[in-house]
């Protein structure tokens, strides 16, 4: 009865190692680090390309007030502070392709509605 009960240990044992997760398939994958400087009235880059399935990390200062970012089709925000106040950062998976506007969100003077730039996902 023993040999029994040690037999169906190890093999839920060997099916529990079996179904585990490798080391590999554990480690988180890779983070593209993209960064953005925002000042009266535009982005600095303005286009940004990055490929489908990345997962990308948008770390933004500003060089005078502070400004919104969003890319609206994909429902992400944030708000960029002022010079010497900090950073943004966002964190995102890029899942579509396609091509993406991201805007100030925020009213930062006359030319507020030109701030604009280009995020494009390639497969």
Request: charged fraction near 20%; aromatic fraction near 6%; charge should be neutral.
């Amino acid at each position: 009865m023993q040999h029994a009960s040690l037999q169906i240990v190890l093999a839920i044992l060997a099916a529990a190692l079996l179904a585990a997760p490798s080391q590999e398939a554990q480690a988180p994958a890779p983070v593209q680090q993209i960064y953005i400087t925002a000042e009266r009235f535009s982005y600095t880059p303005a286009q940004i390309r990055i490929k489908k399935g990345s997962i990308v990390e948008i770390i933004a200062e500003s060089e005078d007030t502070s400004h919104g970012f969003r890319i609206p089709e994909a429902g992400i925000e944030g708000i960029i502070p002022a010079r010497g106040k900090g950073e943004m950062r966002l964190r995102f998976k890029a899942v579509e392709s396609g091509t993406y506007i991201f805007e100030c969100s925020r009213p930062c003077g006359a030319g507020h509605n030109t701030m604009r730039g280009v995020l494009i996902v390639e497969d």
